[in-house]
């Protein structure tokens, strides 16, 4: 079984910065692709960012220029810096993962997600 453990949320002013960490744990074969994806609230959860095994990174435009996505495959760890927070980054920020894990009966490509840490940031 895999975990992600998600960290590093909490209250901020805007303007501020938070950094994010989230290590996976558990029966892992190999990582592709991890991520960070955020639910405000009365909304559906979206994507903030994403990267590749090979480091290729993807944003939503709402954070272009302004949150940094990067990870540490000997650790199977993502951070997402973020800076120049806005209040409309608030919200609950869920850790992702796609990747292979070694199961009962051999290997299988799963998604998992973490639990998710709240980021607020007041005005």
């Known amino acids: 079984q895999v975990q992600l453990v998600e960290s590093g949320g909490g209250l901020v002013q805007a303007g501020g910065s938070l950094r994010l960490s989230c290590a996976a744990s558990?029966?892992?074969?190999?990582?592709?692709?991890m991520g960070w994806y955020r639910q405000a609230p009365g909304k559906q959860r979206g994507l903030v960012a994403t990267i590749t095994s090979s480091g290729s990174t993807n944003y939503a435009d709402s954070v272009k220029g302004r949150f940094t996505i990067s990870r540490d495959n000997a650790k199977n760890a993502v951070y997402l810096q973020m800076n120049s927070l806005k209040p409309e980054d608030t919200g609950v920020y869920y850790c992702?993962?796609?990747?292979?894990?070694?199961?009962?009966?051999?290997?299988?490509?799963?998604?998992?997600w973490g639990q998710g840490t709240l980021v607020t940031v007041s005005s």
């Open positions: 992702n993962l796609g990747g292979t894990t070694v199961v009962a009966t051999g290997l299988r490509y799963q998604e998992v």
């Open positions: 558990g029966s892992i074969f190999s990582i592709s692709n």
